[in-house]
């Protein structure tokens, strides 16, 4: 490393924390802040300022950082591609994005590209938010000197796609240990009437097409004896719930619903068609239940012989059957994945910069 060299972090994600992108980039930093200190660095953090009143919790925690600067200021129309860029200039310093992003008017600097699913499976979206993502991919691939992501298959797609080299991809996976700090909210089960612990199959998912929520209800009009929870935002949109009596939906949960429901299930079900990680199995994983997940995308390589799986296209499966079948302890898998690993990945690639 060359000099007093400074990385900025564009903090925009803690507008929203809304998705595991969201997720990924607040656990990273959170652990990056704990082991960077002597780094031979600078890391900073450039935030919106409509964090602090608009989000005071979020703050309170990067406010409390010890050797990251963070730094609100106003937020612009254009954040990433103006704001952003602007005071990475202004400061001299490497620009840093962990949610999928670039700035055309920054320096070149580092991204975390997730997945390539807009390029991968495009029927699966409205065709106007794909092109927008695929613009957005070329603008990675054209601006980052380093691209992180989560998988060794998000990887191997990004050089495919995106035709990048594989000596500027670094893979720097997710983590679990935030779940260790939920606390189960057990009253989820007064608002799921006739569901009974130990005795249902739980999926957290969304109604985008991807995610695959469709494989559940006919998987349960195929085990017309078990019960289904299925969670998640808006899937009341796309499924009649009533035509459906062993399906319940019990609409968008908190972690702390989440959990508890993972710690009660007979198993956490997650047909997605495409991952480019995959953190709810995880999650599932560290809470003690039994996963079955898709056998397509990333799935197969974070999971390995820890998980049953399935076919996202063939949803006749006996689940009791499925579960019989011998897997390794998740032992392995939790050891594998943490985000002090991540932050420590995050940090060896800054320093090589």
Same mark, same amino acid.
């Given at each position: 490393?060359?000099?007093?060299?400074?990385?900025?972090?564009?903090?925009?994600?803690?507008?929203?924390?809304?998705?595991?992108?969201?997720?990924?980039?607040?656990?990273?930093?959170?652990?990056?802040?704990?082991?960077?200190?002597?780094?031979?660095?600078?890391?900073?953090?450039?935030?919106?300022?409509?964090?602090?009143?608009?989000?005071?919790?979020?703050?309170?925690?990067?406010?409390?950082?010890?050797?990251?600067?963070?730094?609100?200021?106003?937020?612009?129309?254009?954040?990433?591609?103006?704001?952003?860029?602007?005071?990475?200039?202004?400061?001299?310093?490497?620009?840093?994005?962990?949610?999928?992003?670039?700035?055309?008017?920054?320096?070149?600097?580092?991204?975390?590209?997730?997945?390539?699913?807009?390029?991968?499976?495009?029927?699966?979206?409205?065709?106007?938010?794909?092109?927008?993502?695929?613009?957005?991919?070329?603008?990675?691939?054209?601006?980052?000197?380093?691209?992180?992501?989560?998988?060794?298959?998000?990887?191997?797609?990004?050089?495919?796609?995106?035709?990048?080299?594989?000596?500027?991809?670094?893979?720097?996976?997710?983590?679990?240990?935030?779940?260790?700090?939920?606390?189960?909210?057990?009253?989820?089960?007064?608002?799921?009437?006739?569901? +009974?612990?130990?005795?249902?199959?739980?999926?957290? =998912? !969304?109604?985008?097409?991807? *995610?695959?929520?469709? &494989?559940?209800?006919? /998987?349960?009009?195929?085990?017309?004896?078990?019960?289904?929870?299925?969670?998640?935002?808006?899937?009341?949109?796309?499924?009649?719930?009533?035509?459906?009596?062993?399906?319940?939906?019990?609409?968008?949960?908190?972690?702390?619903?989440?959990?508890?429901?993972?710690?009660?299930?007979?198993?956490?079900?997650?047909?997605?068609?495409?991952?480019?990680?995959?953190?709810?199995?995880?999650?599932?994983?560290?809470?003690?239940?039994?996963?079955?997940?898709?056998?397509?995308?990333?799935?197969?390589?974070?999971?390995?012989?820890?998980?049953?799986?399935?076919?996202?296209?063939?949803?006749?499966?006996?689940? +009791?059957?499925?579960?019989?079948?011998?897997?390794? =302890? !998740?032992?392995?898998?939790? *050891?594998?994945?943490? &985000?002090?690993?991540? /932050?420590?990945?995050?940090?060896?690639?800054?320093?090589?910069?």
């Amino acid at each position: 490393m060359k000099g007093n060299k400074i990385f900025l972090i564009d903090g925009r994600f803690l507008e929203s924390m809304a998705t595991g992108v969201d997720r990924y980039a607040f656990e990273t930093i959170k652990e990056l802040d704990r082991i960077c200190g002597d780094a031979g660095f600078e890391v900073r953090l450039l935030v919106p300022d409509t964090v602090k009143s608009e989000h005071a919790d979020t703050a309170a925690v990067v406010d409390a950082f010890s050797n990251i600067r963070v730094y609100y200021v106003k937020r612009g129309s254009r954040w990433t591609q103006v704001t952003f860029a602007l005071h990475a200039w202004k400061m001299g310093a490497v620009p840093v994005n962990l949610c999928n992003e670039v700035s055309v008017m920054a320096p070149k600097g580092i991204v975390c590209l997730h997945d390539t699913c807009y390029a991968d499976c495009p029927e699966f979206f409205p065709e106007d938010e794909v092109k927008w993502f695929l613009g957005i991919y070329r603008r990675i691939a054209k601006k980052a000197e380093v691209i992180l992501t989560v998988s060794e298959f998000s990887k191997k797609r990004i050089e495919e796609v995106l035709g990048v080299s594989a000596d500027r991809i670094v893979v720097a996976g997710n983590g679990w240990q935030h779940f260790e700090k939920i606390q189960p909210n057990e009253y989820i089960f007064d608002r799921l009437k006739g569901v +009974e612990k130990g005795n249902y199959y739980f999926t957290l =998912s !969304s109604a985008n097409k991807n *995610k695959n929520a469709e &494989w559940i209800i006919s /998987a349960s009009q195929c085990n017309p004896d078990a019960e289904f929870v299925m969670a998640g935002r808006k899937l009341d949109r796309v499924i009649e719930f009533s035509k459906y009596p062993n399906v319940h939906y019990a609409g968008a949960v908190t972690d702390e619903e989440a959990k508890a429901l993972m710690m009660h299930c007979r198993a956490f079900v997650f047909p997605s068609w495409y991952e480019g990680f995959g953190i709810p199995p995880l999650e599932a994983m560290s809470a003690g239940a039994r996963v079955i997940v898709s056998d397509r995308a990333s799935l197969p390589e974070v999971f390995g012989r820890s998980a049953h799986y399935i076919q996202p296209d063939n949803p006749v499966v006996h689940f +009791e059957s499925l579960l019989n079948e011998p897997v390794q =302890s !998740s032992d392995e898998i939790l *050891k594998k994945y943490s &985000w002090v690993r991540t /932050a420590q990945t995050v940090m060896q690639t800054l320093a090589s910069f």
